[in-house]
């Protein structure tokens, strides 16, 4: 069975900085996809950054960056020019690559909060 | 355009008694899943719905059902409640990107406690 780490319960950045949390992940597939979700306190989850684990290039999307490493399996956000905005849970999550297959499997969350 | 709606926002409801969620999806998603979210915790697979079918299950028991109608919006059933079904229980619904890739579009989610 598919499991993800998040061994960073809270983490706390001071604004504008740039902040890494960290995610851990074990599969025996060779082709899926990471997520970093981002729930706010209105509890929507809100998807931030995809990796398909097929490419080799870090996935980016504006302020947010990922340090994918398959062979380590471990798949790290890196928020810069942190906003209070930013502050939420953030999940990592997992998902096999097969038709039909919805189900993300979710780490237990890193707490982050921006100081202003 | 509306996203994925979730009803009742809160309930409250007492152990032993039965209980009734449900979800809109994203106009045109046809897919719908269900999480179970914990305080404190990530999310975890209950089912996914699609053609008014249960595709997938998580390692929930049978006390957890559910059903999808014509229009792919979705109900959660769950009788008999225990206190430790007490969590916040997330609807997403299946989008598919212009890239050809699917991603989850979550609704804001029923809370639920049991008393």
């Known amino acids: 069975a598919q499991t993800v780490t998040q061994s960073q319960p809270e983490m706390s950045v001071q604004e504008a900085e740039t902040v890494t949390l960290s995610c851990t992940y074990d599969?025996?597939?060779?082709?899926?996809?990471l997520f970093w979700y981002k729930q706010p306190p209105s509890r929507q989850m809100i998807l931030v950054i995809r990796q398909e684990a097929y490419k080799q290039q870090n996935a980016t999307e504006n302020r947010f960056s990922v340090n994918f490493q398959k062979a380590a399996k471990s798949f790290s956000l890196k928020i810069s020019d942190s906003q209070l905005g930013d502050a939420a849970m953030y999940f990592c999550?997992?998902?096999?690559?097969?038709?039909?297959?919805?189900?993300?499997?979710f780490g237990t969350g890193t707490r982050l909060t921006i100081i202003p | 355009d509306a996203g994925v709606t979730q009803s009742p926002t809160h309930l409250i409801k007492t152990r032993g008694q039965q209980v009734t969620l449900r979800c809109s999806p994203k106009?045109?998603?046809?897919?719908v899943s269900w999480y179970q979210q914990a305080l404190g915790q990530g999310p975890q697979f209950i089912f996914q719905y699609y053609e008014e079918e249960e595709r997938q299950r998580g390692n929930f028991p049978d006390r957890f059902s559910g059903h999808q109608f014509p229009n792919y919006s979705s109900e959660l059933n769950v009788n008999a409640l225990l206190l430790g079904d007490s969590a916040l229980y997330l609807c997403?619904?299946?989008?598919?990107?212009?890239?050809?890739?699917?991603?989850?579009?979550f609704g804001q989610g029923t809370r639920l406690t049991v008393v």
């Open positions: 999550a997992y998902r096999r690559v097969n038709f039909g297959n919805e189900k993300l499997t």
């Open positions: 997403a619904s299946k989008i598919l990107t212009g890239t050809g890739h699917t991603e989850a579009f």
């Open positions: 106009s045109g998603h046809d897919t």
């Open positions: 599969t025996s597939e060779s082709d899926y996809y």
